[in-house]
């Protein structure tokens, strides 16, 4: 049996509560990291392969463990070569700079703006090159997901890399269907909408969602940040992402008291309950990608390089957000999109992953397995929390069962507290005495240094 470890916030079978999974941060600040680490879960699994979750830590001492005990390292990523994500990168390159096992990238992006100038990524190049080195040292090649990270890469030098997309699209193989469950949109139509706080504030995203909230009554907005689900579930408006109120997950937004907002920790509820929408759209890649699996038309509005890169490998429909006004209707991006290439070519492209995958030893459960029954079989058999929902209920039972939470949280905290302070205790107690034992072991060198001689040649002198 291959063991493979896999670089991601949880494994698809670990159903996690809410409360728990927004403490632990399950999704490392944004749920759609999950659509793409699960897929990659259930596409690397198969009968000779057991992959393992690493719960998003980059530990860097467990280094010797790991080569040990796997054969292989999968790193899932996207946006990773941006500025604000150098630290975890210069992390996880001296993690793999220690390791001796194959390391496989799969979908690595750089983000830029929609002009695919990579000006403001010229300061990174020193860490970008650090890593994909590394990487390159103990891979056959990198895999990246579109035309300008491959440019930006060939562009350093790096000749072994591939375009390959983002593994969330071929979470079901080579099969892709998306429906038009209705010929058009109108006000009774289901429509799901998403924005990053970016979008809302700078790209004229908010005044869209306002238009459509407006137009149609059964608009729902699906956030993905952290800070989007603790608005929800806490009402905790601590983050800096609290002061933008145009967000639909802020308390004080029109959608959040008419209950029609929603996150998702799982990927597996949120594609589920995407099925029942007409139409999806919004600047979320990996928000549209969820409607796509669910076979429900989405646009994707690209407001950078790390979007529009994706949808123009995989074809799926798409507008430049820069493009667009605020009366933009959801009803005509309906109408002017074409799903033929993005589900016609699709084959084609999961060849190509699949490929990619053989060229770095890595077998796939679409040709070396079940297909991915085992896996969603399982998935079935569990129960995980709906999405979460916006926190308008002052009833008992919504506050008794967040009250619950608070006070386990407390009885644990003082147990550890409890913990930590004898391990405190013993450690003074270690370190006085390690001090006063070199003082008495100095005192006795000295006297020794004084008299030790002396001493000597009085009883050599007194010999007979």
């Known amino acids: 049996m291959k063991r493979v470890l896999l670089r991601s916030g949880k494994s698809p079978y670990d159903a996690v509560p809410v409360e728990e999974a927004l403490h632990r941060d399950v999704f490392a600040t944004n749920s759609g990291n999950l659509i793409f680490s699960d897929a990659a879960h259930k596409i690397l699994q198969t009968p000779h392969t057991e992959v393992v979750s690493n719960g998003i830590r980059t530990d860097i001492a467990a280094a010797s463990r790991i080569n040990e005990e796997y054969d292989a390292f999968v790193v899932p990523l996207a946006n990773a070569f941006r500025p604000s994500f150098e630290p975890q990168l210069k992390r996880l ?31 990174l190049e020193p860490s970008v090159r650090a890593f994909v080195s590394a990487v390159l040292d103990r891979s056959a090649s990198i895999g990246v997901r ?111 008291r008419e209950d029609k907002v929603r996150v998702y920790i799982d990927p597996v509820t949120w594609i589920d309950d995407l099925r029942t929408f007409d139409f999806s759209f919004g600047s979320r890649i990996h928000g549209n990608i969820a409607a796509l699996l669910a076979g429900t038309p989405a646009t994707v509005l690209c407001g950078d390089s790390r979007t529009l890169e994706l949808c123009r490998y995989f074809e799926i429909p798409h507008r430049r957000i820069d493009q667009l006004s605020g009366d933009t209707d959801p009803a005509r991006l309906y109408e002017e999109a074409d799903f033929g290439a993005l589900t016609g070519n699709h084959a084609q492209r999961f060849e190509r992953f699949t490929g990619f995958l053989d060229r770095n030893g890595l077998e796939n459960t679409f040709t070396h397995g079940d297909s991915g029954a085992a896996f969603d079989q399982r998935i079935r058999s569990l129960e995980f929390p709906p999405g979460i929902r916006p926190w308008n209920d002052t009833g008992i039972d919504a506050l008794g069962a967040r009250l619950g939470w608070l006070n386990s949280r407390v009885v644990e905290l003082s147990a550890d507290n409890t913990r930590l302070k004898r391990e405190l205790a013993r450690t003074r107690t270690g370190a006085q005495a390690a001090a006063v034992a070199p003082k008495t072991a100095s005192v006795y060198r000295k006297a020794r240094r004084v008299v030790g001689r002396p001493l000597r040649r009085a009883l050599q002198g007194g010999r007979p």
């Open 146 to 256: 579109g035309e300008f990270t491959e440019q930006y890469l060939k562009d350093m030098g790096f000749r072994d890399v591939e375009v390959i997309g983002c593994p969330s699209l071929f979470l079901y193989g080579k099969d892709l269907t998306v429906d038009r469950r209705v010929p058009a949109l109108t006000a009774d139509s289901r429509i799901a909408v998403n924005g990053s706080h970016s979008a809302v504030q700078k790209q004229g995203m908010g005044k869209i969602i306002e238009r459509a909230h407006a137009r149609y009554p059964h608009l729902r907005y699906i956030g993905q940040n952290l800070s989007d689900a603790r608005q929800l579930h806490w009402r905790d408006l601590s983050d800096p992402n609290a002061s933008l109120t145009a967000m639909p997950t802020h308390p004080d937004h029109p959608m959040y």
């Open 93 to 123: 390159t001296r993690l793999i700079e220690r390791l001796r096992i194959p390391v496989v990238v799969l979908g690595v992006g750089a983000q830029t703006g929609l002009s695919y100038n990579p000006a403001r990524l010229k300061p």
